[in-house]
């Protein structure tokens, strides 16, 4: 069975612009969460979707958002991309809120 | 605000060495504790700990959860350069009907060395 995918897998933006990166959660899983992991850092919560609706946010400016989808993918957005949005954002599943989250390898944010 | 530590932040041993990595925690409604490894990218799921779990093993590899001390220990035994990873220790917290995530400590980068 496919784990958690993540595309892009790199991504090179410049400050300003607006990025979308996508997730597909492993078959049967319902909900999604949303990472970034900064050189260094562990990963640091975004937000967490269970059944298409948000069930938790982290502390992220509202540049920052996302949605789930009806087959359960989700999308991650950043709007006005800064320096410091440089990062790993991860990814992960699990069969509900609450449940052990399995991560997909994520996607490499650059801004310049 | 929920607050994970981990210790050591780096550590070099040699092969068939064993290995304790530290984690203590401050959470609001504790829910459970997880480990991670995590070699390039994606963090792989190790262990899940809770208030009825508090002892994992798999392998050479176990973990322990002290409820009193708000801490928990990874051990590894007779290490293989293939356990050179950052391992990551996370808690959940349940927060009246919302979700906070995972929150993660910095890791352990563990370098084993031939």
């Known amino acids: 069975d496919a784990g958690v995918t993540q595309s892009p897998t790199h991504l090179i933006k410049t400050r300003g612009q607006h990025v979308t990166l996508r997730c597909s959660p492993i078959?049967?899983?319902?909900?999604v969460s949303w990472y970034q992991q900064v050189l260094g850092q562990g990963p640091q919560f975004i937000f967490q979707y269970y059944e298409k609706e948000e069930r938790g946010r982290g502390n992220f400016p509202d540049r920052f958002s996302a949605r789930q989808f009806p087959n359960y993918s989700s999308e991650l957005n950043v709007n006005a991309l800064l320096l410091g949005d440089s990062a790993l954002y991860l990814c992960?599943?699990?069969?509900?809120?609450?449940?052990?989250?399995?991560f997909g390898a994520g996607t490499r944010l650059s801004v310049l | 605000e929920d607050k994970v530590v981990q210790s050591p932040l780096s550590l070099v041993v040699h092969e068939g060495d064993t290995v304790t990595l530290n984690c203590s925690y401050e959470v609001t409604n504790f829910r459970s504790l997880l480990w991670y490894k995590q070699e390039k990218k994606a963090p792989t799921f190790l262990f899940m700990l809770?208030?009825?779990?508090i002892e994992k093993k798999s392998g050479r590899l176990s973990s322990i959860l002290d409820k009193k001390e708000l801490s928990s220990i990874l051990n590894i035994t007779a290490t293989q350069t293939g356990d050179s990873a950052i391992y990551l220790c996370a808690v959940e917290a349940s927060s009246g009907g919302g979700a906070d995530g995972l929150t993660f400590g910095k890791g352990t980068h563990l370098i084993i060395q031939p």
């Open positions: 992960a599943s699990s069969l509900m809120a609450g449940n052990i989250q399995y």
């Open positions: 809770t208030s009825s779990g």
């Open positions: 078959s049967g899983h319902k909900s």
